[in-house]
């Protein structure tokens, strides 16, 4: 059983189209997470969704939206891709928002837009 | 803020220690180590809470310098399944966010 799981694992589109990442986690978490690793493979945090609601939100372009339909799930969606905007996209989650507590990643899904 | 990670890179023989630091300019709360594979997603391996306490699991352990803000990651007699890219994350404060390091490649050669 995958404990966070995403979906697509790669993606590859054009520059203007929209998608979507998938994620969802199994481990009774409170707490997700959407990390973006790009070609010099920094980790950076994008968005932290605690109980479906958004208390992290970094300075992310606002074509990016993530989207929490319930605690088990978040998903992120992008609009009007750019080229920048591949990189290996990590859904991930933790217990809840406190500090010290293990993040659990998913696989990545690789996006690349020509 | 990010931390900072050094080295970036190091390469061992099978045996070989290494060690790999995190350091911040701000007071820590905690300071989280994972490990990436190529191609994978980064695994946990440990958290060192604020109180300078150290850990450690089979030949890794860390420590952490409440003090000077700084973290170290002991890898003794380097096995060829300990390549990778370590990243250092940091929190400042109780559920504040979790902000990783640039990395460090290590490479264990037989």
Redesign the interface.
């Known amino acids: 059983d995958t404990a966070v799981s995403q979906t697509p694992k790669y993606l590859v589109t054009q520059m203007g189209n929209d998608k979507s990442i998938k994620c969802e986690q199994n481990l009774g978490h409170d707490t997700m997470y959407w990390y973006k690793q790009d070609s ?6 994008m968005f ?1 969704y605690n109980n479906k609601e958004l208390i ?1 939100n970094e300075t992310v372009p606002n074509r990016f939206s993530p989207k929490s339909p319930d605690k088990a799930h978040l998903n992120l969606h992008i609009n009007s891709l750019e080229l920048g905007d591949s990189a290996v996209y ?1 859904c991930a989650s933790s217990q809840d ?4 507590n ?7 899904s690789w996006l690349t837009v020509v | 803020q990010q931390p900072v990670q050094s080295p970036q890179a190091v390469i061992l023989r099978e045996g070989e220690d290494a060690v790999i630091n995190c350091s911040s300019s701000k007071a820590l709360y905690s300071v989280h180590w994972y490990r990436q594979k190529h191609g994978e997603a980064p695994v946990f391996l440990m958290i060192l809470l604020k109180g300078g306490e150290q850990k450690g699991h089979d030949k890794i352990s860390a420590s952490f310098n409440e003090k000077k803000q700084q973290s170290s990651l002991y890898l003794t007699a380097s096995q060829l399944s300990y390549s990778g890219t370590y990243f250092c994350g940091t929190e400042r404060k109780y559920g504040n966010k979790l902000v990783f390091g640039a990395g460090t490649i290590l490479r264990v050669k037989s």
């Open positions: 010099k493979k920094f980790l950076k945090i932290s992290i990590f928002r406190s500090a010290g293990t993040i659990y990643f998913g696989e990545g």
